[in-house]
């Protein structure tokens, strides 16, 4: 099944990007190759244009919608500077302009090394002319660099930062892992997690009945389902792992999920939560009390569709074709020879 | 409603550090050699993080161009015109699509439209509450099935993504019956 979403992932993402690229292409959404009509103020007047020359830029609302075919506008004006470089005048906006599309994906492209839109100016005549009666402003063209092929750079882009989001996220893991797993071992040592089991045993059979009786998997689950109904996602993710790392140790394959490991999952996805997420406190302040009530009944109707579901689901024939548990015979306890429950995972 | 709010509040305040004080003072109590035994599970706790690794990055890289690449515009255009009958508002739908993916992309996606829409409004709430009773789906099953080398996730995807599309037509519903 994730093989079938994770490749219909990449490959639309591949024929969108495409699709679009060749749009802008054949729209020239980008004006490649023609040069922006701009009008620039120079504060300090005309005589003063050196190496280095603050301007103001205007461009004309009703211009830049003919010109690029947009409904967006330009703010009024926008701070830059007018440079002499050895290929000609480069006029670059400042960093932070609130610049409108297409302009702002020009930029991306056309830029310097701070990141601010720059063009090299074109059909502006030295010595500067003035413009009308203001003689402090003068006309200019803007010639950005050609943008092509913007999404599928940016798809490309996205693959490598999200690979290091991935790696990030994992290392930023490894603390409180560390801290909960060693946590955890001394429970185990001590018998607390079949302490746990004996307690939650009469609501955790029904929903996994393939594990035995005593097996500290249920007891693993508890904790994952209390830390996760108080809204400690950090202290659920290492519970939620050893639970499964628990459950493995009755799964006679190496690489196929169990039915109990996928209601753990689905119950998990479902995340019943009681105390809402730290994140969602930060962005909606005091309303959030107003929500918690709307979203205990959500969250508690979609924990028992995810139960359902899990159930349902795996009763499909081709559920049943991959159980690992399959070929057992019946009323025996699915355990490979020398696979202790104790034993630890690779 | 105040009372079980402070409650809940306090109980939550006190389930870690009762798990933190308290496994280790029951295993002293049972004679655990408490220490020593806390650092040798703490040494999984690395071997855990780098085999989720390779996980992560398969699951999360395909979100990530999937987004960039505009695809996702494109599936809320397809799907919009099916949600609207029922009830369910297209201001909402980038969330119900982003929440199963990423977690702090729909994050992102709720602060977005509480500058666009205003904190007060129906779809801010319908999006907070779609926020708070999901998880990120994709996350949860590249960690906790990455941490023990299971490649083939049978059923669990379709379950999770049936009790995702559940939760986010129940947000809708919920908030419209209380608020609406």
């Known amino acids: 099944m994730l093989n079938y979403i994770w490749a219909a992932l990449l490959i639309s993402a591949f024929v969108f990007a495409g699709v679009s690229d060749i749009g802008d292409l054949s729209r020239d959404t980008y004006r490649n190759g023609q040069p922006l009509p701009v009008v620039l103020e120079f504060p300090q007047g005309t005589a003063a244009i050196d190496g280095r020359t603050q301007v103001r830029i205007r461009i004309n609302a009703g211009v830049y919608q003919d010109f690029y075919g947009t409904d967006e506008s330009p703010a009024a004006s926008y701070d830059g500077v007018l440079l002499r470089t050895g290929e000609g005048m480069v006029l670059r906006f400042d960093a932070g302009a609130a610049l409108p599309e297409p302009l702002e994906t020009i930029r991306g492209v056309s830029r310097s090394n701070d990141d601010e839109l720059q063009g090299t100016v074109e059909g502006f005549l030295t010595p500067v002319l003035g413009l009308g009666d203001d003689p402090t402003a003068a006309e200019a063209t803007v010639q950005f660099e050609p943008v092509r092929f913007v999404k599928m750079t940016a798809i490309g882009a996205a693959a490598l930062d999200f690979a290091e989001t991935a790696a990030g996220i994992a290392i930023g893991l490894i603390g409180v892992l560390a801290l909960f797993l060693g946590v955890m071992k001394i429970a185990e040592e001590a018998g607390i997690i079949y302490a746990i089991v004996r307690v939650v045993r009469p609501v955790l059979r029904p929903l996994f009945p393939d594990v035995p009786d005593d097996h500290p998997a249920l007891g693993m689950i508890a904790l994952n389902l209390t830390a996760n109904v108080f809204g400690l996602g950090n202290a659920a993710t290492p519970f939620g792992i050893k639970a499964m790392e628990e459950l493995q140790k009755l799964n006679p394959s190496e690489d196929t999920a169990t039915n109990p490991m996928v209601m753990l999952l689905a119950v998990n996805t479902a995340s019943v939560q009681l105390v809402p997420p730290v994140l969602l406190l930060a962005l909606l302040g005091l309303q959030i009390n107003r929500l918690i009530f709307a979203i205990i009944i959500t969250t508690g109707l979609s924990l028992l569709v995810a139960i359902i579901a899990a159930r349902l689901y795996g009763k499909l024939p081709g559920s049943r074709a991959s159980d690992p548990n399959r070929k057992r015979p019946f009323g025996e306890q699915p355990r490979e020879a020398g696979r202790d429950s104790r034993r630890g995972e690779g | ?180």
């Open chain 2, 1 to 180: 409603m105040e009372l079980a709010r402070e409650l809940i509040g306090l109980f939550s305040a006190f389930v870690i550090p009762v798990i933190l004080v308290g496994f280790p003072l029951y295993g002293l109590y049972k004679r655990v050699p408490v220490y020593e035994t806390f650092v040798e599970g703490a040494k999984e706790g690395f071997g855990v993080a780098v085999r989720i690794i390779p996980y992560l990055v398969a699951i999360l890289f395909a979100i990530g161009m999937f987004r960039a690449s505009g695809a996702m515009d494109a599936l809320i255009a397809l799907l919009n015109p099916v949600l609207e009958p029922i009830g369910f508002p297209a201001e909402v739908l980038p969330m119900a699509i982003i929440r199963p993916l990423t977690g702090s992309g729909s994050a992102g996606l709720v602060a977005d439209m509480v500058a666009r829409y205003g904190e007060d409004s129906l779809f801010v709430k319908m999006a907070a509450v779609m926020f708070g009773s999901t998880e990120t789906t994709f996350y949860v099953v590249a960690v906790y099935f990455g941490a023990v080398n299971i490649k083939r996730t049978r059923h669990a995807i379709p379950a999770g993504l049936t009790a995702d599309i559940a939760a986010m037509l129940f947000a809708v519903w919920v908030v419209r019956l209380l608020f609406g």
